[in-house]
Each structure stands twice: as C-alpha cells, then as structure tokens.
C-alpha cells in the first residue's frame, strides 16, 4: 500500500518506487533480463580489474584508467540494480529514507567522478598521440594517481553538495517516487517545498560538470584528429585513430543519455523517459564498456588468452 503524509505529518521515513513495468509476466521478463546484464557487468568489469591487476604488460597509464572506469561501473551498477531487482518481485517497493540517501549519494558521487574520468582519459589520448616523445614524462605513475583522485574528489564533492541541498528539502505532501531509484527529479516532484533553487542548483552543477567534461574531450580531439590528418603513414593513421575509437564510442553514449535526463526540460526527465535515460547509464553502460574498451583491444585479448592457457591450445606456447 502506498504511504503519504499530510503537509503537517512528520517526514517520511520511507519512499516508495514505482516500476516501469506493471504486468506481473513483464517483471520476470525484466528481472531475469536485467539479473543477467548485472552478472555479465560484474564478470567484465572484474575482468578488466583482474587481468589489469595480475599483468605487468597491461601497468600503463591507459589501461589504469580503463581499471578505473571497469571499477566506477562495477560500483555504479551495483548501486542500482540489486535494489531494482528485489524490487521485481516483491509487493512492496519501498526504500529507508537513509538508503534514498545513501544510494543517490554513491550514485551521483561515481556518474560524476566517471565524467571527469572520461575527460582525464581523452587527455591521455592527447598527450599519447600529440605528444608520443613527452608521453612518458608526463604521464607518470604519480601524474596518473593526481588525475584520478580530482575525478574521485570532484564527483566526491558534487554529491555532497547535491545530497545536502535535496534532503534538505521536507517531504511530507507524498513519498511515491515515479521512479525505479533514487533520483534527484522524482525527489524534487515529491517535496512540499519550494524547489526553485535546488532545481537550479542540480542544473548548473550538472551542467558544469558535463559541458567541462565535454569541452576538454573535444579540445583534445580536435588536436588529435587534427595530428592524425598530418600523418604520412595510413597505418599510422589508422594505428592511432584505433586507440580513440572505443573512447569515443564511450563518452557519446553516457553524455548523451546525461545531457538528455538532466539539462533536458523538467517535463521530458520527470516522466517515464528520465527512467530508460537512468536504465541506459546506469545498467547498459557498465554492461557495454567492457565490451567497447575489451573486444576491440589487441592487449586485453592477448592477455585474456595467456590467462586462460588458449595459446598451448592453439600451439602458440614457447
């Protein structure tokens, strides 16, 4: 049964969420659907991790951030999706207003930290391609680790401030999120409150945080298509627009479901498409990552192979 306070009720204590599915048949459909996007996400991205980890060929800064990013979607993933899953098959769909808290808070922290942490790794393209002879130099371990950390520190800070601002606000008219998560839209919807400002405030935040991002993606692209235009060599060209390609594919589709469930209009993210944007970048993407920087990735491949003993099978051993 859904729960809902009156304007002089004290605050709720629980949100109720509200699937995107209602056919009972639909819900085992989705639950045994996502339950296995979740698995292959856990299996990729601890994939990437371990081989990354146990391969002293793969210790360079590229596939540093590439564990970095396998690890921002394992967490992100596992932020959302076992809650939705329970949610699948249980009558009451409700969460703890600390476990609103909680999972918006990790939720907005690593989507944040992850946007930075695409831009970090267009500029490691750049210095790579545009700068071959410097790379080493510039590109240190010690280097790798900074940039890294502001991306952590930076999505650290904007949930903070996020978070503080909307469960400042009091929700007592009703606690029904319109919503399978947590989110900062469905939350606004629900307050008995004026949200002018907080609307503002996760508009210009968010914006900051995407337009920045894309503005040094695109700066480094720009130079770098513009070095590979310059080359004599089509294999070189070829070789180095390679290395951009599953980067590329990458940040398209998380900007662009970011652009569009956050600084579209309120009417477009608050209603049923803000939740295929949430599914999109939260399930889908930690899910395809892997597969965009893994099977397209002559290293990882290799690596994979030796791991799993493939080359004595193949009679490549010795």
């Known amino acids: 049964m859904e729960l809902s306070n009156s304007i002089n009720s004290s605050r709720v204590t629980e949100f109720i969420l509200i699937d995107f599915c209602t056919k009972p048949e639909d819900k085992i459909v ?7 996007m979740y698995m292959m996400t856990v299996f990729g991205n601890g994939g990437i991790i371990f081989l990354v980890y146990h391969n002293t060929q793969l210790h360079t800064p590229m596939y540093c951030f590439i564990t970095s990013l396998s690890f921002l979607d394992l967490c992100y993933s596992s932020d959302i999706v076992p809650k939705m899953l329970v949610n699948f098959l249980s009558e009451k769909k409700s969460i703890s207003y600390i476990g609103c808290a909680v999972q918006l808070f990790v939720f907005c922290f690593l989507g944040s ?36 950390s502001v991306a ?36 606004l919807d629900v307050s008995c409150t004026d949200t002018s400002l907080n609307e503002w405030i996760l508009f210009i935040l968010s914006s900051a945080i995407i337009i920045s991002s894309i503005f040094i993606i695109l700066m480094s692209y720009v130079t770098i298509f513009t070095v590979i235009l310059k080359m004599k ?9 390679s290395t951009c390609v599953s980067h590329i594919m990458s940040v398209t589709l998380l900007f662009g479901t970011l652009t569009y469930a956050y600084l579209s209009p309120k009417s477009k993210s608050s209603n049923g498409n803000g939740a295929v944007a949430t599914v999109f970048y939260a399930v889908v993407m930690p899910l395809l990552n892997p597969m965009i920087y893994s099977f397209r990735n002559k290293d990882i491949i290799s690596v994979l192979k030796s791991t799993l003993h493939v080359r004595d099978t193949f009679g490549l051993s010795g």
């Open 152 to 187: 952590y520190a930076a999505g650290f800070l904007h949930s903070v401030i996020e978070i503080c601002c909307t469960f400042s606000l009091s929700f007592c008219s009703s606690n029904t999120l319109h919503h399978f998560a947590c989110d900062f839209p469905p939350l």
């Open 233 to 241: 060599s089509n294999k070189g060209r070829k070789k180095a627009f």
């Open 30 to 36: 989705f639950f045994l659907l996502f339950s296995l």
């Open 113 to 148: 930290a992850e946007c930075f942490l695409f831009a970090v790794m267009a500029y490691d393209r750049y210095v790579a391609i545009c700068k071959p002879l410097n790379y080493v130099l510039v590109m240190q371990t010690q280097t790798c680790v900074s940039l890294i």
